[in-house]
């Protein structure tokens, strides 16, 4: 018989120091099956948000008008989105054990996963997710030969990520800055604009051209 695996994610937490950003989740692995040790598991995850199983506050809505419509049509339109994917190698056990499992993270508004975080700014509580695990599990039949099974779709674990663990996380790789992504072509121009100008920053660039257009908006 092969082993039977369960998934939980017991917590999260903010690296202390990594290169690029990222959440550290707290992966158990339980083997229904002890009697059949687990040499090792290639384990990858699909992450998805939950979106319908929190409440929103009239501030988060209006914010969360691009990602879901109008509230009024929330019923349709609120479903599960697709966050990331990650992986990880779970080391040889028999019952249960624990690893992290990093889970890199985006601060790019064009990814929608990200409009809905920065929606719930402010808010309380946390963000529902659901993880879906997929992989490899390897392990030794009776006979002491190596064996190769695959992971089926249907083990999955939830979790309630705290909304204050992702402000941390913002906090320490993005501190009092958002990040933005521009076609060539746009960012081009922009440059050309702040240097025939002679602004020293990117944020008084964007400011000016702000200013402008609200002048140009009253008159």
């Known amino acids: 018989m092969m ?35 687990v040499q090792s598991v290639a384990v990858r995850t699909q992450i998805q948000i939950e979106a319908t199983r929190r409440r929103y506050s009239p501030a988060a809505q209006a914010r969360l008008l691009e990602v879901f419509g109008e509230p009024a049509r929330w019923g349709e339109t609120v ?12 080391p040889a ?24 975080f920065a929606a719930l700014e402010g808010e309380e509580g946390a963000i529902p997710l659901r993880f879906f695990f997929s992989g490899t599990v390897f392990y030794e039949s009776e006979e002491g030969r190596l064996q190769v099974a695959p992971i089926p779709w249907s083990k999955e674990a939830a979790f309630d990520l705290p ?29 050309a604009y702040k240097m025939a100008h002679g602004l020293p920053t990117w944020d008084e660039t964007v400011l000016r051209l702000l200013e402008a257009a609200e002048q140009e908006g009253r008159q």
């Not at 990093?102 to 809905?116: A, L, M």
Request: aromatic fraction near 12%; include cysteine.
């Open 163 to 191: 909304l204050a663990c992702w402000r941390e996380l913002i906090a320490h790789f993005y501190p009092g800055s958002a990040w933005l992504r521009l076609q060539r072509q746009i960012f081009d121009r922009l440059a």
């Open 93 to 116: 056990f028999s019952e249960r054990t624990e690893v992290e499992l990093p889970v890199p993270c985006t601060y790019d508004f064009e990814v929608v996963s990200t409009k809905y």
């Open 3 to 37: 082993p039977d695996l369960e998934f939980a994610i017991l917590g999260a937490a903010v690296p202390a120091y990594a290169a690029a950003p990222m959440l550290l989740f707290r992966l158990q692995v339980s083997n229904r099956m002890p009697r059949e040790p």
């Open 79 to 90: 479903r599960p989105l697709l966050w990331t994917h990650a992986g990880t190698v779970v």
